[in-house]
């Protein structure tokens, strides 16, 4: 397993929830990296990403409230996420990638279930 994610469950809507990923491998710390997530009937949309250049990015709809970060030491992301709502329910996806010249190269972890109740 090349991207191993850790944390999810269930909380309250204006909980708090942490999601911890691992890149298996120093080469990951060339990749960006950073947090996807689908919710059902719904395409897959960027949360939060933290670029190996330091730049972080995130989706409209979790600024102010999502935090990403990243340590290039233990190769680990980690998606700090606070004011949780109902509507942040779905299957959290730990994602890098690396732009080569021939192409981009992906990484996808596993998946974990964020349930935020109302």
């Known amino acids: 397993v090349q991207l191993q994610a850790s944390g999810g469950g269930l909380v309250q809507a204006g909980g708090s929830m942490r999601l911890s990923c691992a890149g298996a491998?120093?080469?990951?710390?060339?990749?960006?990296m950073g947090w996807y997530r689908q919710a059902p009937g719904k395409q897959r949309e960027l949360v939060a990403m933290a670029s190996a250049d330091g730049t972080i990015t995130y989706a409209e709809a979790v600024k102010g409230r999502f935090t990403v970060s990243r340590d290039n030491a233990t190769i680990t992301v980690q998606l700090e996420m606070s004011g949780l709502r109902p509507d942040d329910t779905a299957v959290y996806l730990c994602?890098?990638?690396?732009?080569?010249?021939?192409?981009?190269?992906?990484?996808w972890g596993l998946g974990t279930q964020v349930t935020v109740s109302s």
């Open positions: 994602h890098a990638r690396r732009i080569y010249a021939w192409g981009p190269d992906d990484y």
């Open positions: 491998g120093s080469s990951f710390r060339r990749y960006d």
